[in-house]
């Protein structure tokens, strides 16, 4: 039994940061695609990144491009999502995924596993 626990959600003002991260426990972390992704009220949930087995590489959506930075450590079973120069519209339940491969895919119906997700509220 995979488990995803977020955490690092919270409320902060326009401009601020946060850091999201993820620890997966019950299945082998280091040869897995991790992935990040945000469901706002109303609104169907949507890709924010991803990385692969190795860190090596990534994927971004452009609403977040440059401001978001997706990262890993194998040797912590932990992955993490800097957000910096947060907006509003960043609002949104973010949650962490993990793809039952070794490389990444920006559609949600391609991760296997998923947490229960964190808070991120960004006020204006």
């Known amino acids: 039994q995979v488990q995803l626990v977020e955490s690092g959600g919270g409320l902060v003002q326009a401009g601020g940061s946060l850091r999201l991260s993820c620890a997966p426990s019950?299945?082998?972390?280091?040869?897995?695609?991790m992935g990040w992704f945000r469901q706002a009220p109303g609104k169907e949930r949507e890709f924010v990144a991803a990385?692969?087995?190795?860190?090596?590489?990534?994927q971004y959506a452009d609403s977040v491009k440059g401001r978001f930075t997706i990262s890993r450590d194998n040797t912590k079973n932990t992955v993490y999502l800097q957000m910096n120069s947060l907006k509003p519209e960043d609002t949104a339940v973010y949650y962490c995924?993990?793809?039952?491969?070794?490389?990444?895919?920006?559609?949600?119906?391609?991760?296997?596993?998923w947490g229960q997700g964190t808070q991120v509220t960004v006020s204006s």
């Open positions: 995924a993990m793809r039952g491969a070794l490389y990444y895919s920006s559609d949600k119906d391609m991760y296997d596993y």
């Open positions: 990385i692969d087995w190795s860190g090596r590489s990534t």
């Open positions: 019950g299945r082998t972390f280091s040869n897995r695609a």
